[in-house]
């Protein structure tokens, strides 16, 4: 028999911030049992991926072990940790575990795909376990910028691993479980083989914030507003929701939710226990009664999303309600790297109209959800494993994360999506690489990232399109003149002419000197037809188009 080994092979979330998808695995080589944490999407963009819907982890290596899969535990509902579920869920098939809240998020995305509420399984904080082949796991309350987000402690034959997810360090965190670091201590005390762990603000060299040290600054500055006060911020960060609500109640105000999401996280919140106190609301229909002056509207779209409540807002007007000179409008968030256009675009929007615009430029009416530098060290101290794996972060971070555990003693490797690594010995060792990539959600259908699909929309999108169609007759002659239509391109070129008029004359007078041999041949004539309409393009415009070429042949 060959020999036990423990691995970590992470399938998304390393190498980049989004799309989290770790598997850990024990047993004889190439036949581990395996259980998967996470399973998370991240958000494509114009510039990159345009059209896309969502981007999903590649998981065709473990779908291909399926057989061997027990488990899939959910750390926390953000979407880049479960907003995969409903998308993936019929490719694996293992049986769900999340903490209520979690599991009510995951339930309503499972729902529509038809799966019955029992795939996900509600499980307790420790001292509750669950059975995962040789491993057992168990979910470890930790405080979050969402409420019961939890770290897993995965029990193995080869020693104890804590995987962090998502924290900060925070003892007073307005909704949710404190940071409980005699908790930590407790199940750190017999030894922990390796913590793998959260980078994302390595970078940061002050100590995280609570999530209470903001109220008063925030109510202070709705206080001060004179005219109607908008507030936004991830709809999942329920602790921040509710800081922003009793924080306008205190200054006066009628509280209104507007954006799907943003009620979607509160219910599921009240529905799960996680919140029994949040301030009284007031619908849509009754904010637009309300003096503006004591009216606050808690809206979704911190990021810049085209279709959420601030955009439509910036756009002119949402559900009745308008902003107007004098009302403020502020963002109580930070804005993810890539989405900096379109908060901006927003931002200039409500300048436009008058509004005064907030940001978290000072620090003020934002802190981060995650460890900064000065907690990833207490965090080392508190479980001082024996080695420490950077995950959630980009490879920067990652590598600086690694740099400040070796510093302190301990041993760590950087394993970005598709590196195994074996975690059985006193340090880690890179064990196997594994093929990941990107599968793009793409209306209702999902293909990968290497598929092509995308590449040609953007350089459609780029250098623009022609369809040119020929007609040849049974002898194979041309039947008529070739024509063309044109998609995103200049009508005009320098020659002054409309330039599918010169397209066509290059095309026709091609056809009429085209040997016998290229005419009969179907991709010989495409080949030709194609290489002139982008040299005649590219000398009237500047562009070489995307051409598609359509040869009709009639029959006898």
Known sequence: MSSQRLIYLPLGGAGEIGMNCYVYGYGPEDQERLILVDLGVTFPDMDGTPGVDLILPDIAWLEERKDRLDAIFITHAHEDHVGAVGHLYERLGAPIYARAFTANIA??????????????RTVSPLPESIKAGEMEVAFLPMSHSIPESSALIIDTPKGRLIHTGDFKLDKTPVVGEAYDPDLWATVSKNGVKALICDSTNVFSPVAG??????????????????????????????????TLAEAGVRAGRSICLMGRAMRRMIEAAITTGVLADFPKVVSVEEAREIPRENLMLLVTGSQGERRAASAQLANGKYHGISLKEG???LFSSKTIPGNERGVIRIMNQFSEMGVDVVDDHGGRYHVSGHANRPDLIEMHKLVHPEMVIPMHGEHRHLREHSKLAETNGYASAIAVNGTMLELSGDAPRVCGFVDTGRTYLDGSVQYGALDGIVRDRIRMALNGHVLVTVILDEDN???????????????TGKSNAPLVDVLEADLNQFMGRA????????????????KITRRSAQIEIGKKPEVTVVISRLSA
């Not at 002659?477 to 009508?491: H, I, M, Q, T, V």
């Open 107 to 120: 339930r309503h995305k499972l729902r529509e795909y038809g799966y019955s509420d029992d795939v996900v």
């Open 477 to 491: 002659e041309p039947l008529g003149d070739p024509w063309c239509e044109l998609k995103g391109l200049a009508e």
């Open 209 to 242: 914030r609570s999530e209470a040290s903001i109220g008063d600054e925030i109510t202070s500055l709705v206080a001060e507003a004179p005219g109607m006060v908008v507030a936004t911020t991830f709809a999942s960060n329920v602790a921040r929701v509710k």
């Open 515 to 530: 040997s016998q041999r290229t005419l009969d041949d179907d991709d010989k004539l495409e080949d030709e037809l194609r």
């Open 327 to 329: 009302d403020l409008f």
